[in-house]
């Protein structure tokens, strides 16, 4: 699926370098390609550097990144006369024609050229070639991390930062506003954090750290997470240039950086103001709007009686503003502390008011507040991996490429576990215990709300029995502005494997029906085991038994006896995917209900199917059908 926030463009040199672009060109990855041809994709013949260099020219101002299949003596001096400076030129990957190694040759932190050159690896299930100094050491890169974690950054010089990072001198860090998680990151050891600074003072800041995470402007580098709420309250018709030019005044008085803006905010009176919904527009922000009894609830320092008068509400911009961070505060609750001292929101700056000039119409209000959370749902996303039974190498390639995107990974420790081998310095793992299924689930969407990139990984296939339809049911409880990009990723269920190790059992109608109890009444369970009996089903069995749960499994036994025969197929498929496995084969007469477990599923066959030389088939059709 593509992204419409980056625009990648990939060319190759040689016949060899076809294939990979296509593989890169399915999958969605690549805005543009020129083939290793004339253009066309189907001629293969060899394009000279003097032949694409017009090409790439063309792009390259547009592009965000540039990935090239060659020798990186080539792609070099392809790309050097069209460098300017590391501000402004795309990232710039270069993988091999033999899709073994991916190297980040441009831009690999500002540009992004090192996380995409992972996404790629990924996906060709190549190795990526990662040179930087804060990679190789497994620290955090401080001139880009910050992107993962939905922030944005500030203007200033980030070489000498990243002179002494790489020098391993010891740095200094001040946070004020943003999600705090990412300082439990491995990648995150050794830095020093000095004491918070309240929001008010972060613009001059002392002791002077190298690196200040918060809203303010101000000396050195900087981070700005996205938690401002703008409240706006203006008169019918107002300009958009009076929205503008109160909103550069106000925020440049109080040094405060435009990047750190979460969203608009206002009266739902105000829903279809032409300036508002513009200025809205021009800079993707969200814009929540506010019934007025909900406004007038809140105290306010500057009521006014004459808006009371007006609007049913004594405040709507300081008013608006507050509400908007109060209610994305309490949304992103269990996405990780806000920065110690952080409570509730803050209204930074009060109502301040600006009136047309000449050629312009109305006037307009303006209020600032911070919010503890930081919101961003128009750029996260929430990524269902089906993390397949465990064994990495049945892993699907797009599983792996959302597992390489994520900032963070959330899921039930064990699945963890075995995804560990793959899991970066950089990316954060958040574990929980396996019945807090919605607690995951929250926690997953609400870091996405706040612009992050999640991985909610479920075991098997997520659709299955797994995280997807509890965490698609929250995201549309959401309302539609608030709701972040939504991804299902497949993975191999165990139902598949099993049938994979046992034989061919599944080549005739088959059905899963789960004996657990704890959130199917067991009579629907009864229902449904008869149905698969009388209609001859194969059936796969999950959650078979626990020891709270052992005689649920001697109970489905005898329900399905009554439609099938004693010597029908059965085979235990314990361990799938790991050191442990094991497949044993038995009868649905004399199954051995002592040796079934929670990782065992059971696969019973139905009245045509039969064992021979240790293997398990169903016949694809019935005794006298006929196939075709």
Not at 464 to 490: K, S
Not at 544 to 563: F, I
Request: proline share 7%; net charge negative.
């Amino acid at each position: 699926m593509r992204n419409p926030e980056r625009r990648i463009v990939g060319l190759g040199f040689s016949p060899a370098a076809v294939a990979v672009l296509r593989q890169l060109e399915q999958v969605g990855m690549l805005t543009a390609v020129r083939w290793p041809s004339s253009g066309a994709a189907g001629e293969t013949s060899p394009a000279p550097v003097a032949a694409l260099a017009p090409w790439l020219a063309r792009e390259w101002p547009s592009a965000s990144a540039v990935v090239a299949v060659g020798a990186c003596g080539l792609v070099t001096r392809l790309i050097a006369p069209l460098l300017t400076c590391k501000q402004r030129d795309p990232a710039v990957v270069v993988i091999d024609p033999q899709a073994r190694f991916v190297i980040p040759l441009l831009g690999g932190h500002g540009a992004g050229a090192e996380a995409l050159s992972a996404e790629i690896a990924a996906l060709l299930e190549a190795q990526p070639v990662l040179s930087g100094s804060s990679t190789a050491l497994g620290r955090l890169a401080l001139d880009a991390f910050g992107q993962s974690w939905g922030w944005r950054r500030g203007e200033g010089d980030w070489t000498p930062l990243m002179l002494a990072a790489a020098a391993g001198r010891p740095l200094r860090l001040q946070q004020s506003s943003g999600q705090t998680l990412w300082r439990e990151l491995e990648a995150a050891a050794g830095l020093e954090f000095e004491s918070e600074v309240d929001s008010h003072d972060d613009a001059v800041t002392t002791g002077s750290p190298e690196l200040v995470i918060g809203p303010h402007r101000g000396e050195g580098c900087r981070w700005h997470p996205p938690c401002l709420w703008l409240g706006l309250g203006c008169e019918r018709d107002t300009s958009l240039t009076v929205l503008e030019r109160l909103l550069a005044r106000t925020l440049a008085e109080h040094h405060l950086a435009e990047a750190a803006v979460a969203g608009l905010a206002s009266i739902d009176r105000k829903g279809d103001e032409p300036a508002l919904l513009e200025l809205a527009r021009q800079h993707d922000w969200p814009l929540r709007l506010f019934p007025a009894d909900t406004l007038a609830a809140v105290a306010v320092p500057h009521p006014s009686e004459a808006v009371a008068r007006e609007m049913g509400t004594a405040s709507v911009a300081e008013a608006a503003a507050l509400s908007a961070a109060l209610s994305t505060t309490a949304a992103a609750a269990s996405g990780g502390d806000p920065p110690a001292g952080s409570n509730g929101p803050t209204l930074l700056v009060g109502k301040t008011i600006e009136r047309a000039g000449a050629g312009e119409r109305g006037a307009a209000t303006l209020a600032i507040a911070l919010a503890p959370q930081q919101w961003a749902p128009q750029h996260g996303k929430l990524h269902l991996v089906g993390s397949g039974p465990g064994q990495l190498d049945l892993l699907s390639g797009d599983a792996r490429r959302a597992l390489a995107n994520a900032s963070v990974w959330v899921g039930y420790g064990l699945y963890l576990d075995l995804l560990e081998p793959l899991r970066r310095p950089d990316q954060l793992r958040r574990e929980g215990r396996l019945t807090e299924e919605r607690a995951r689930c929250a926690e997953a969407l609400n870091l996405a709300s706040q612009g992050l990139n999640v991985a909610l990984i479920s075991s098997g296939d997520s659709g299955i029995y797994g995280m997807a339809g509890l965490a698609l049911e929250l995201w549309l409880q959401q309302p539609a502005e608030a709701r972040p990009a939504f991804q299902v990723h497949p993975g191999l269920s165990a139902l598949q494997l099993a049938a994979a190790r046992a034989g061919a059992p599944l080549m005739h109608d088959f059905c899963t029906i789960s004996l657990s109890d704890r959130l199917t009444p067991w009579n629907v369970i009864e229902r449904r085991l008869r149905g698969a009996a009388s209609g001859d089903f194969v059936v796969a069995l999950y959650n078979p038994r626990s020891r709270g749960r052992d005689w649920q499994l001697g109970r489905a036994q005898e329900l399905l006896l009554e439609g099938r025969p004693p010597s029908t197929p059965v085979a235990l498929a314990r361990q799938l995917g790991r050191a442990e496995e094991a497949v044993q084969l038995h009868t649905l007469g004399s199954l051995p209900l002592e040796e079934v477990d929670m990782l065992t599923l059971v696969l019973i066959g139905n009245s045509s199917t039969y064992v021979r030389d240790g293997r398990m088939v169903t016949p694809r059709g019935y005794p006298g059908a006929e196939l075709g």
